[in-house]
Nanobody, 118 residues
Framework: QVQLVESGGGLVQAGGSLRLSCAAS????????MGWYRQAPGKQRELVAN???????NYADSVKGRFTISRDNAKNTVYLQMNSLKAEDTAVYYC????????????WGQGTQVTVSS
């Protein structure tokens, strides 16, 4: 079992910044992928960004150049720095963990609300 605890959501004005954190604990596999997904009301959950244990990153086109994902393997923690936020970034953001490089997400965080006011 892996537990994911998120923090850092909130309300921000358009153009502002937020930083999300997600700490993983439990049975962490040395090779893994951690990331962030988001789900806006009435929409499907979508990938925002992920990063593997080797530091390789992947971003949704909609956030490239504005969001940066990073991780601290010693702390089993992943971060999402979100800059130049837009109203359309408003969603519940979920941390994800996947053991290995491929396959479905194994565990989800509880979600943290990000609201961007225009």
């Amino acid at each position: 079992q892996v537990q994911l605890v998120e923090s850092g959501g909130g309300l921000v004005q358009a153009g502002g910044s937020l930083r999300l954190s997600c700490a993983a604990s439990g049975s962490i596999f040395s090779i893994n992928v951690m990331g962030w997904y988001r789900q806006a009301p009435g929409k499907q959950r979508e990938l925002v960004a992920n990063i593997n244990s080797g530091g390789i990153t992947n971003y949704a086109d909609s956030v490239k150049g504005r969001f940066t994902i990073s991780r601290d393997n010693a702390k089993n923690t992943v971060y999402l720095q979100m800059n130049s936020l837009k109203a359309e970034d408003t969603a519940v953001y979920y941390c994800s963990y996947r053991a290995g490089i491929r396959g479905p997400v194994d565990y989800w965080g509880q979600g943290t609300q990000v609201t961007v006011s225009s």
